[in-house]
């Protein structure tokens, strides 16, 4: 079973910043896009941005353009979520997928390998 492993979840002020990373220990995504998801309490998962095979290519969700950056570092086999300026309407839990056919889509059910999330809360 592929897994990917989400961190650097936490509690912040509103206005504060945290770093979430994804890692896919002994397998490699190098080829594949990556996005990040999130899942507030009674709410849909929606899409917060992706990232191509290559890095060159990014999109994100119009309520945190300008706020979030993801970028990959595959040596690392890693991918990352720089979220400053943090709202309360952030909260929720976070999860990364990997998408093997590097579609760079924002529709959840493109994706094959999901993590099990980490939770960002954010207070006011």
């Known amino acids: 079973q592929v897994q990917l492993v989400e961190s650097g979840g936490g509690l912040v002020q509103a206005g504060g910043s945290l770093r979430l990373s994804c890692a896919a220990p002994?397998?490699?995504?190098?080829?594949?896009?990556m996005g990040w998801f999130r899942q507030a309490p009674g709410k849909e998962r929606e899409f917060v941005a992706a990232?191509?095979?290559?890095?060159?290519?990014?999109y994100y969700a119009d309520s945190v353009k300008g706020r979030f950056t993801v970028s990959r570092d595959d040596a690392k086999n890693s991918v990352y979520l720089q979220m400053n300026s943090l709202k309360p309407e952030d909260t929720a839990v976070y999860y990364c997928?990997?998408?093997?056919?590097?579609?760079?889509?924002?529709?959840?059910?493109?994706?094959?390998?999901w993590g099990q999330g980490t939770q960002v809360t954010v207070s006011s």
């Open positions: 990232i191509s095979w290559s890095g060159g290519t990014t």
């Open positions: 002994g397998r490699t995504f190098s080829s594949a896009s």
């Open positions: 997928a990997a998408d093997r056919f590097n579609r760079v889509t924002m529709t959840a059910d493109e994706y094959d390998y």
